[in-house]
């Protein structure tokens, strides 16, 4: 079932026989606020440093001249009046605003999020102040104002100096999760927390009681707070409550076997229930969460993606409204962050996202979290030669995404990347050493940071179009000029033998790290070679000798194979 779209998300949704009715258990979706700003993409140094690189990840701008004929295609075709009804009111009220071509991209998205849905399942939208009180309405229409459950504030920045001040109002610090349900049979799990404010400190102070075993706990009533006739009886002696004992007597009896009872000395007091430490969940999550911090610019886990979500919000979302073995679907899956915590929680997933960017960051953060061996399905990227011309014909900056991804590496620079790299379009890294002592191989280990190894590139160039014997000369320059160890030409149309014979001159280098074997200077890989399996960069491994990546628990290691 795991699947990854790259497109149009509403063009997918629309498409029944990829998403039938009934067919997803627990949608989450993080589309953009209607900010009016761009978001570029940080990428991280192989060290784990922030780059100083960027990429332009999208723009939250919208337009009603963008947004009209959605606007009217929905309201002629929608089944639901009353969310047609509504729409009409707003379109009175917000005119040809960004609001409403926001609006009217985000309705028939939601009505076909609510068909996808079973009966059981549940969405949760995440939105901030800018637009959540229009969304709620929204939501009310397409679900029914009866199945909202909760606006849920996640208070993402924590601490007492952690809210962003203005002059003129006070610091926002939270998001909402507008959080409905498809019908009264949805799942619901509840959740507990351990890291909520005061929680320890509550601990602490409440389970201040010990047992022979050393096992901490505080004591609880037994007493039944409405009158129950069938419950009033003596137990050892100990006369019941006024309205009588809370449990059975069957179970007053288990429980005093395993030692969760308390005998006060003077009979004339009441049992008393043993709540041991060990067997707090936790506090119960209710709808302000205050206890997971967004990723800050040093978090392990932070990609550098705009809006990036941490991993933990995710998970308890997923462990609330799904069971092991649902379907999770995230429209706007951005840099995967629904889909990691899905999968190490043992969902089966659905991302979909309309920029390869997002979806080869994607692809590289599964692989790195959970291994190279992890399944799943890619919808909407190219598989054979015409869709990739198409891809290349349609939206040449998403050709060059993609072309990269089949290498692995990443883009450098906003735009075509012309300017003082010269056309550089994406970079590789790899780790090298001058030591011969250093083993060539793959290490079990991470090295010690004494050991002096340091990082080269690759510089990576995509054409798209027609290519000719100046274009390897060019990359040639680049490699000399950029001091890297060597360079990748990725073309659409196939370079002539005169090219290659060129790029063979070019000579080769070695990496004493990875035994000492010889890697072409200058490699020319054709899109069709990729497709069919008949070419593939010849480079080192991108691995990082000193710190392997962190896999996470449950997934199998595998050792990387050296040719």
């Known amino acids: 079932m795991n699947r990854l779209y790259f497109g149009d998300n509403l063009k997918w949704l629309s498409d029944r026989k990829e998403f039938p009715d009934a067919s997803v258990d627990l949608v989450y979706l993080d589309p953009p606020f209607n900010s009016n700003a761009d978001y570029n993409v940080l990428f991280r140094e192989p060290t784990g440093q922030v780059s100083q690189a960027q990429f332009h990840a999208f723009t939250d701008t919208w337009s009603w001249a963008d947004a009209a004929d959605t606007y009217h295609q929905f309201i002629d075709n929608c089944p639901n009046v009353a969310v047609v009804e509504l729409m009409e009111a707003l379109h009175s009220f917000l005119k040809h605003s960004p609001m409403m071509a926001y609006l009217a991209m985000m309705a028939p998205r939601l009505v076909e999020l609510h068909r996808v849905l079973k009966p059981s399942g549940s969405i949760y939208l995440h939105c901030d102040p800018t637009a959540d009180h229009y969304l709620r309405m929204l939501l009310d229409g397409v679900f029914g104002a009866r199945y909202f459950r909760n606006d849920i504030v996640w208070k993402r920045r924590v601490g007492s100096f952690s809210t962003v001040h203005t002059s003129r ?7 909402d999760l507008l959080f409905y349900t498809k019908s009264e049979t949805s799942v619901f799990n509840s959740q507990y927390s351990k890291e909520a404010k005061g929680y320890q400190e509550y601990l602490e102070s409440r389970f201040n009681m010990t047992d022979e075993n050393g096992r901490r706990y505080q004591l609880d009533n037994l007493g039944n707070p409405a009158p129950r006739p069938n419950l009033m009886y003596e137990y050892k002696g100990y006369k019941p409550p006024a309205n009588g004992w809370a449990i059975s007597r069957e179970k007053m009896e288990q429980w005093d076997k395993e030692g969760r009872l308390y005998f006060p000395k003077d009979k004339t007091k009441r049992i008393r229930r043993k709540r041991f430490l060990d067997e707090v969940k936790g506090k119960p999550v209710q709808t302000i969460w205050d206890d997971i ?29 799904s069971n092991p073995g649902d379907v999770v679907l995230d429209p706007f899956c951005g840099c995967g962050t629904t ?31 959970f291994g190279e061996e992890i399944e799943f399905e890619e919808k909407g990227q190219p598989t054979d030669f015409a869709g990739a011309k198409q891809l290349a014909e349609n939206d040449k900056f998403q050709f060059q995404h993609w072309a990269l991804s089949l290498i692995g590496a990443r883009p450098l620079k906003e735009g075509e990347g012309k300017g003082a790299d010269r056309g550089v379009d994406g970079l590789l890294y790899y780790y090298e050493t001058e030591r011969k002592d250093i083993p060539g191989r793959v290490m079990e280990e991470p090295l010690p940071r004494s050991e ?86 010849d480079a080192p491994p991108q691995i990082n000798p000193f710190a392997m990546a962190a896999r996470e628990a449950g997934a199998r290691e595998k050792q990387t194979e050296m040719l």
């Open 169 to 175: 109002k006070f610091g926002d610090c939270y998001d």
């Open 293 to 321: 911090a967004e990723i800050n610019s040093q978090a392990q886990e932070r990609l550098g993606y705009p809006t990036q979500k941490p991993v933990a919000l995710l998970e308890r979302i997923i462990s609330a409204s």
């Open 339 to 369: 889909i990691h915590a899905a999968q190490k929680l043992d969902r089966q997933w659905i991302g979909i996202d309309i920029t390869y960017l997002a979806i080869n960051l994607i692809k590289r953060r599964l692989k790195d979290a």
């Open 452 to 537: 002096p190894v340091h990082r080269e590139k690759i510089i990576v160039q995509v054409k798209g179009g027609g290519v000719n014997r100046s274009d390897v000369a060019t990359l040639l320059g680049d490699v000399e000029n950029q001091k890297a160890a060597g360079g990748v030409l990725i073309t659409l149309e196939k370079p002539s033998k005169q090219m290659r014979t060129e790029a063979a001159d070019a000579g080769r280098y070695t990496s004493k790290l990875w035994h000492d074997k010889d890697y072409p200077r200058v490699q020319i890989l054709t899109v069709e070679g990729f497709l069919d399996g008949t070419e593939r960069i």
